[in-house]
């Protein structure tokens, strides 16, 4: 099974098997988990700090209302010295729009960048068309404040 793709240095992005994969996150240094799925339960409570956004990977699901809470959930685990693994089914969709989202807000980048850079280290990246469409409209709502 493939490893979770290290998109920034406290920001893991990766897949259900990623996540239940104990000794590997560990190792790795991750004491958060944001858990982007409604299908898949958290393995370890207690063990990890886990932030669930339980949602489908479908085009009716707003992803967007969650994006303020990801984010600081992200941020917490970077403030603590520690790494957050962001995972939903397969780590395509859901979660990599999730880190795309975080990108643009921590670092001020505009969707293409944000886009272009998870998707260069995860290449198996893609968000749905609906989720592209909120990421488009979140970089409005970002470049608004």
């Excluded at 068309?129 to 970002?142: A, N, V």
Aim: overall charge neutral; charged content about 25%; hydrophobic content about 35%.
């Amino acid at each position: 099974m493939d490893s979770p793709t290290q998109i920034f240095e406290h920001v893991f992005l990766g897949s259900e098997w990623n996540a239940s994969n104990l000794e590997d996150l560990q190792n790795r240094g991750v004491r958060y988990i944001l858990n982007v799925t409604r299908e898949i339960d958290n393995f370890f409570p207690g063990v990890f700090e886990y932030h669930n956004i339980r949602v489908y990977d479908e085009e009716a699901t707003d992803l967007l209302a969650y994006w303020n809470d990801t984010y600081k959930f992200i941020s917490k685990a970077k403030k603590h010295g520690s790494k957050c693994l962001v995972h939903s089914k397969m780590g395509v969709s859901r979660s990599a729009s999730t880190v795309i989202a975080y990108a643009m807000k921590e670092y001020g980048w505009n969707l293409d960048r944000a886009y272009d850079y998870v998707k260069e280290r995860r290449t198996v990246t893609k968000p749905n068309p609906s989720f592209m469409r909120q990421l488009e409209e979140y970089q409005g709502i970002l470049l608004a404040r």
